[in-house]
């Protein structure tokens, strides 16, 4: 399939704003790497745009292959049930479109390995 490709960072939403800082970041930092991708991020609940939003944003700008990427620590009920419902309804709408689900980035073995990383250089330094 050719044609412009969409990247959605997709998290669970909250009420506080700022919860979505570290999305962002991955956002602006996937969008330096990779200029010729359309990254944009989506939300369970709680906060703006929600997965079909984003997708319809994507998809009226030309996109033909989208790939949700699930930022969450892992594969729990939202990942298991609401979002493969949430993408059925959009591909019924768009058999045009590629829907390219991944996997938890929490479960992605340089994800693990960069958070134990993390975890052993925090246990080492000296606290305060």
Do not use: N
Request: with cysteine.
């Amino acid at each position: 399939m050719s044609g412009r490709q969409g990247v959605i960072l997709f998290g669970h939403g909250a009420r506080d704003p700022a919860w979505a800082g570290p999305m962002q970041r991955m956002r602006e930092r996937m969008r330096a790497l990779a200029p010729e991708l359309e990254v944009t991020l989506a939300f369970l609940e709680l906060m703006s745009p929600s997965l079909a939003e984003a997708a319809e944003a994507l998809i009226a700008g030309g996109c033909q292959r989208l790939v949700i990427l699930p930022v969450f620590l892992a594969q729990g009920g939202h990942l298991k049930r609401d979002l493969p419902a949430l993408l059925a309804e959009l591909a019924a709408r768009h058999p045009q479109v590629e829907f390219k689900l991944e996997q938890a980035v929490g479960e992605a073995e340089p994800v693990v390995a960069a958070i134990a990383d993390y975890a052993c250089a925090c246990a080492r330094t000296p606290s305060r």
